[in-house]
């Protein structure tokens, strides 16, 4: 291998976690992605002739930290009230450099992810500094103008240090709820790749990359129930992801799906990794979710799915997460058990109580009961509901679809 | 670093809170040491207001806010980082019934050098 090649390879593996040390030594983002960049530059000059360090992680942390010091130096002449602290010395004893280095990438996670700062400039910031995506990436995948992704990113950095926001992993006593918001970044990642339509695809579904990769690496750090429950739910929803729109772009149902596209690699490890965390302590929603998942994704086809099962683990969840919208999710589940008219009573008196009147698939799911009971006027009434609700264009497309196919069967 | 916590509560939950839990939450602050300043405040009717403009100083009852929360007390803390300071808030009991601000103090910044370092 060219030193060029080893250089760039140790660029791709190794910068992000270089670049968490740093921000530990420096105690400032932007005085450690100056000093990273320092640091690969003198790779750059310096490898091709003394050869590849055994070590480049730890070689690249002290060059980055001297050339710090150095960059300090040199700006203290121009700055009269010298308040700059020296930077931390690394950590003496080698013996220990995995497990330190180990809680710099959890440490950079926590401090990216801090409730603190809001859900837009968590995501961003976290896709940048733990992920290193460039502005411009995470802007084109959020489809925003890369000047709000940088400004927000800006504003995140300057709260971190203004606020004092630490670079620390919380407590025992802390870490669930910390971890929660840790969690709820990564699925907002997915997510937004996951839920994005054909046309607009390939620019997005790298974030459901990006989520999966964030996923494995907390796992690896922090293999908590939750964790694991959450990358075995993304992998598992991933699997179908090439099932899930036909070839114009349109959305295909779970119950049309050709399950023979669903990814078998992806399916198995999901399947491994919810019973890993449905064995380990404190399981919570995602891993409920996944164990869901789990039992779709291992029925033969749609009729012949373990309803029953999907129930419980519904009924279960609702006492984890006592929400509207899981209520509704297992309203579904039980018109699969024991046909549409159960589930249709259920469905109305969930929206008689008003906190999903404004919830497309409430009113979705309501007209797909309705036609299956054969009440084919309300059936339209409430499909023409839920499209008056739908923002994503291939959600609309389905509903229209559905809606069109009654009305010809009415006049037909 | 220090930070003020600023404690919002509604008219009325102005008084939800028992002197006596206060007080004692106070005395425990005050022995982790990181405590500068807490004080209670009287209801919002009883503050006044001072402007100084053009050099007069103008003076009015009020203010009349139309939040829905006023400030009903502060602490100003010494903490290590915001984590800290999020520990100490999240323990000040008003906290159950309204809510508390924690925002980090501002060093003047005085003949054009930044007092405080790398900003």
Redesign the interface.
């Known amino acids: 291998m060219t030193d060029a090649r080893a250089i760039d390879t140790v660029y791709r593996q190794d910068s992000r976690r270089v670049f968490a040390t740093l921000v530990r030594l420096l105690?400032?983002f932007d005085?450690a992605e100056e000093a990273l960049q320092d640091a690969f530059r003198a790779a750059l000059e310096q490898w091709p002739e003394t050869g590849v360090p055994a070590n480049p992680v730890a070689w690249l942390v002290s060059t980055g930290r001297f050339k710090a010091i150095d960059r300090l130096r040199r700006e203290r002449r121009f700055?009269?009230?010298d308040?700059?602290?020296e930077p931390a010395a690394p950590p003496p004893d080698d013996d220990d450099e995995h497990g330190v280095l180990h809680d710099d990438r959890l440490r950079l996670i926590f401090t990216c992810c801090?409730p603190?700062l809001g859900d837009a400039a968590r995501t961003a910031l976290t896709l940048r500094e733990v992920c290193g995506l460039t502005t411009e990436a995470i802007a084109r995948a959020f489809l925003q103008p890369a000047p709000t992704v940088a400004q927000r990113i800006v504003r995140a950095k300057h709260k971190i240090?203004?606020?004092?926001?630490?670079y620390?992993v919380?407590a025992a006593a802390?870490l669930p709820a910390r971890l929660a918001s840790v969690l709820r970044v990564i699925y907002l990642v997915f997510n937004e790749g996951y839920s994005a339509s054909a046309g607009e695809h390939h620019l997005r579904a790298d974030l459901t990359d990006e989520a999966i990769r964030l996923a494995r690496l907390l796992v690896e750090l922090l293999p908590e129930a939750e964790v694991v429950g959450l990358l075995a739910l993304m992998l598992l929803h991933a699997s179908r992801q090439g099932a899930r729109t036909d070839a114009q772009g349109d959305l295909v149902p779970l119950e049309a799906q050709d399950r023979t596209r669903w990814r078998s690699g992806q399916i198995d490890e999901g399947l491994r990794l919810v019973e890993r965390a449905l064995a380990l302590p404190r399981w919570g929603s995602y891993a409920l979710q996944a164990a869901i998942a789990a039992v779709h994704v291992e029925a033969p086809s749609h009729e012949e799915t373990d309803w029953a099962q999907i129930t419980g683990l519904y009924e279960v969840l609702w006492r984890v997460e006592p929400s509207p919208v899981v209520e509704l999710n297992r309203a579904v589940a039980i018109a699969m058990r024991d046909g549409p008219a159960t589930g249709l009573a259920l469905v109305d008196a969930l929206l008689a109580r008003g906190e999903l009147a404004t919830y497309h698939l409430a009113h979705a799911a309501r007209a797909d009961l309705c036609r299956r009971s054969g009440c084919v006027q309300e059936a339209m009434a409430a499909y023409r509901t839920a499209l008056t609700l739908t923002p994503q264009a291939p959600e609309r497309r389905y509903l229209e679809r559905r809606l069109r196919e009654m009305e010809a069967a009415v006049t037909g | 670093?220090k930070?003020l916590c600023l404690i919002y509560l509604s008219e009325a939950n102005w008084h939800s809170c028992p002197d006596e839990t206060c007080a004692q939450y106070y005395e425990e602050v005050l022995k982790s040491g990181m405590l500068l300043a807490a004080e209670p405040l009287h209801a919002i009717d009883t503050a006044t207001t001072v402007r100084v403009r053009n050099g007069e100083v103008l003076v009015t009852d009020g203010p009349f806010a139309e939040t829905k929360e006023l400030l009903a007390g502060f602490y100003l803390l010494d903490?290590?980082?915001?984590?800290e300071?999020?520990?100490v808030a999240a323990g000040i009991p008003p906290a159950r019934y309204g809510s508390v601000e924690?925002r980090?103090v501002?060093e003047l910044m005085l003949?054009?050098?930044?007092?405080?370092?790398?900003?």
């Open positions: 105690g400032d005085r700055v009269a009230l308040a700059i602290e801090h603190g240090r203004a606020a004092g926001i630490p620390e919380p802390e | 670093m930070y903490a290590r980082d915001l984590n300071a999020l520990r924690v980090p501002r003949g054009g050098a930044s007092a405080g370092g790398a900003t």
